[in-house]
């Protein structure tokens, strides 16, 4: 603006009213059109005071104009956590489908977008997902958020087995005559699984208490019933 005496300096302050004249930090300049190197305490949005001082040493603070929100920085990436949902087995095993869902956080500029990718494919920007297949996957996921900030990606193991193992049994020697053994018999079980790989073998003797193991002897007479699982 025009004054008699010239402009030779301004006054500026952030984010609060100027209570008095030399209430800001002063830049002194003769005519001055610029002010640079304004530093923002810290990251949000930032409202700027500025007043002028002219060389005759008038100043009033009352004759500030204001810039609301003249500021935005954000210096921060979103941080992004995916929350899993299915059954659950043993081990951190999935023993079904597997949903998962991508919530972000980003107090400042805000969160622009999440994506996601399965076992290093193809980049999909959304925040959901599903794994319906038995195997293991590789996730990753990031966010960015509106001031452009972009997230490390993440990466978790999502593991699936949704079938039972296969159990199998074979006695020590063939039956005799009749399906009757005449000595002791040993009955070995065996258990595979191609997915999250075999546990352990239950069995139990005539219908009595389970144990773990994958033998199990017979010798006395009788008729027995072996039962067994994996």
């Known amino acids: 603006p025009s004054d008699p005496?010239?402009?030779?300096g301004a006054y500026w302050k952030l984010n609060a009213e100027p209570g008095a004249?030399?209430?800001?930090?002063?830049v002194v300049g003769e005519d001055l059109t610029l002010i640079s190197d304004l530093a923002?305490?810290?990251?949000?949005?930032?409202?700027?005071?500025?007043w002028l001082q002219d060389a005759a040493g008038n100043v009033d603070h009352r004759n500030r104009n204001v810039l609301i929100r003249a500021f935005?920085?954000?210096?921060?990436?979103?941080?992004?956590t995916l929350n899993l949902d299915g059954p659950q087995g043993l081990d951190d095993w999935y023993t079904g489908v597997v949903d998962g869902t991508l919530e972000a956080v980003d107090p400042v500029s805000g969160v622009e977008d999440s994506r996601y990718r399965i076992d290093a494919g193809e980049w999909v920007t959304d925040t959901t997902f599903s794994l319906d297949a038995d195997g293991v996957y590789g996730v990753d996921y990031h966010s960015w958020d509106v001031a452009g900030n972009v997230e490390s990606a993440h990466t978790v193991t999502v593991?699936?087995?949704s079938l039972p193992p296969?159990?199998?049994?074979?006695?020590?020697?063939?039956?005799g005559p009749g399906g009757w053994y005449s000595t002791s018999v040993t009955v070995t079980f065996t258990i595979a699984d191609a997915t999250s790989g075999p546990l352990a073998v239950?069995?139990?003797?005539?219908?009595?208490?389970?144990f773990?193991?994958?033998?199990?002897s017979l010798a006395n007479d009788g008729q027995h019933l072996v039962e067994y699982r994996g």
């Not at 935005?72 to 992004?80: G, L, M, N, V």
């Not at 074979?170 to 039956?175: A, D």
């Not at 239950?202 to 389970?210: A, D, I, T």
Request: overall charge negative; charged content about 15%.
């Open 202 to 210: 239950n069995y139990r003797l005539n219908g009595g208490e389970w």
């Open 40 to 50: 923002v305490p810290a990251e949000g949005q930032h409202d700027l005071y500025l």
């Open 212 to 216: 773990t193991g994958t033998q199990v």
């Open 72 to 80: 935005s920085f954000d210096a921060t990436p979103p941080i992004t």
């Open 166 to 175: 296969t159990t199998a049994h074979l006695p020590s020697s063939p039956p």
């Open 5 to 8: 005496s010239g402009i030779a």
């Open 159 to 161: 593991s699936i087995d």
């Open 21 to 26: 004249p030399d209430d800001g930090t002063l």
